[in-house]
C-alpha cells in the first residue's frame, strides 16, 4: 500500500468475477509443486497462451488438458487446463498490505453490518486519535457504516467491529479465499480444488 492509501473510494463486491471457460478463453489451474494450488482467491490461473508457453520453457508440467488443441503448420498441442510448477514457491511469506487482501481477509463483508456492499475501508481507532494504517487497525467497512462512525471513536460511535482485525497469514488468506468458489470450474481442476463443490454423475 503506498504511503498515502486512498481509502475511501468503494469498491464493488468481487465475488461474481469469474473466467468463463465456456466462451472460449480455456484458462490454466496453475499447481504448486506440491499440486495445492497456488491461490484460491482470485483462483491461479494462465491463459492457455501462458501456459503453452511455460511447458516449452520446461517450468510446468502438464497434469490435464482440454479436448480442444493448438495448432501450427508443424505442430499440434492440446491445451493445458491444469498444470504445476517443477520449482516450488514458499507459501510462507508474509501477506501484502493491499486492499484486495483486506477485503479477502474480513470475507468481503462489512465487520459492522455484514453487508458485502460499496465496501470501503474504516479506521477502527481513527486517525486524528493516532489511529494508524496497519492491518490491526483497518477494516472492512460498507459506506453506510463508515459514514453513521465517522471519525469517532467505536465506544463514542457505539459500533465495534464483529470480528478483532489482525495481520492474517498466507494460510488464513488461503483458507478464507477457498469460500469463494469462481462460478465456472472445469471438470479437470475438481481433483485439486477443496470446495463443496457437487460432482457430475
Known amino acids: ?9 468503494p469498491i464493488r463486491n468481487p465475488l461474481a468475477g469469474a473466467v468463463p471457460v465456456s466462451s472460449g478463453n480455456y484458462p490454466c489451474l496453475i499447481l504448486n509443486a506440491d499440486y495445492q494450488p497456488l491461490s484460491y482467491f482470485p483462483l491461479s490461473l494462465w491463459s492457455w497462451q501462458d501456459a503453452i508457453k511455460a511447458v516449452f520453457l520446461d517450468r510446468v508440467n502438464v497434469i490435464d488438458h ?5 495448432r501450427s ?4 498441442m492440446q491445451m493445458p487446463s491444469v498444470v504445476a510448477l517443477k520449482d516450488y514457491v514458499p ?6 498490505f493491499t486492499r484486495f487482501n483486506l477485503f479477502l481477509r474480513d470475507g468481503f463483508e462489512c465487520v459492522y453490518c455484514s453487508s458485502s456492499e ?8 481513527p486517525r486524528r486519535l493516532g489511529g494508524k494504517t496497519s492491518w490491526t487497525n483497518i477494516v472492512a467497512a460498507c459506506s453506510s457504516c463508515n459514514l453513521k462512525k465517522g471519525g469517532r471513536h467505536p465506544k463514542e460511535a457505539r459500533m465495534h467491529p464483529q470480528i478483532k482485525p489482525r495481520r492474517p497469514t498466507m494460510h488464513q488468506l ?6 469463494f468458489p469462481p462460478n465456472h470450474l472445469h ?13 457430475k454423475a
Open 91 to 96: 507459501q510462507n511469506r508474509s501477506p501484502a
Open 73 to 76: 503448420p508443424t505442430f499440434e
Open 174 to 179: 488461503q483458507t478464507q479465499g477457498r469460500r
Open 187 to 199: 471438470d479437470s481442476w475438481l481433483d485439486y480444488l477443496y470446495w463443496d463443490v457437487e460432482l
Open 118 to 125: 460499496e465496501l470501503t475501508f474504516d479506521h477502527v481507532l
Open 1 to 9: 500500500m503506498s504511503a498515502s492509501p486512498n481509502l475511501s473510494i
Open 66 to 70: 482440454y479436448e480442444q488443441c493448438v
